[in-house]
């Protein structure tokens, strides 16, 4: 069956590649909608960059919607030293022609959440969660009607990537975050524990460029950008590719495995900001509130990218 989902996003490479991934795969997956919020780099550049793949895809006709510019209690951090100056630095690709939608993103979300049957619209969150929060908070009447919220963030055994103990997609939004993983809201996560083994090995990334296609060529040109950073931080094999963890759930979610556990985030400590504390070990009482992954079928994973990158 297909899933009707809202991709909410701060392209950013990774982004970029789930949203491809997303839009090659019509049989399951239908974008009712993307959403735009600041992260990676500021939103001016992440709405404009959700347009630059939609166009990359061949898509023209997606709605792209501008969010919010800034997280709901932070200054805002972004991840230029990353993902370069526009965010997807790489490839070089044309600024878009269609146009950003009017209404706000947060509005969409709403409007659209409202307007849809209970439980057929899916959020996948591949940024900051200020978008989502904003709207739940806003229109509580809402969260009831999420089908599943499927996440890129935070991270339990791999810790933090943007300071010891957070992740960026939490970090830089915490307070949203909380919101998010309090809602009562059906919550899939894809954190680093996971996406820190998708790692895109040069033989990998050789598949992406054998495509023969321009997404093929961009998507292998995009991985090379970032993987300059992620390989010297890390020394692994390749660098981790987490946003598209998501879209594929949606695709295959046989390829990856994980525990039903709470897992609270981290708002008041500067040292410890936007951690996820995860009870994976079942140490609480604290009530179950996310589907918390452990394992993936990397290659698997990396598979199904090819063969869908290849149809656009
Ligand atoms: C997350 O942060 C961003 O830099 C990536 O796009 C991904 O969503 C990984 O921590
Ligand atoms: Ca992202």
Redesign the pocket.
Known sequence: MTRKIIIDT??????AVAILLALASPEEIEVLGITAVA??VPLSLTAKNARIVCELAGKPDVKVYAGCEKPMGRVLVT?EH??GETGLNGPKLPDPVMELQPEHGVDFIIDTLRAEPAGTVTLCP??PLTNIATAFQRAPDIVEKVQEIVL??GAYFEVG??TPTA???IYVDPQAAEIVFKSGAPIVVMS?DI?HKALVTPARNEAFRAIGNRVGTAVAEMTDFFERFDLAKYGSEGA?L??PCVTAYLIRPELFSGRHINVEIETQSELTMGMTVADWWGVTDRPPNALFMGTIDAQGFFDLLTERLARL
């Open positions: 701060d392209p950013g490479q990774d982004d992260g990676n991840a990353v993902h591949l940024g890129m963030g990537n943007i992740e960026f997609n680093l996406t981790p987490h946003d």
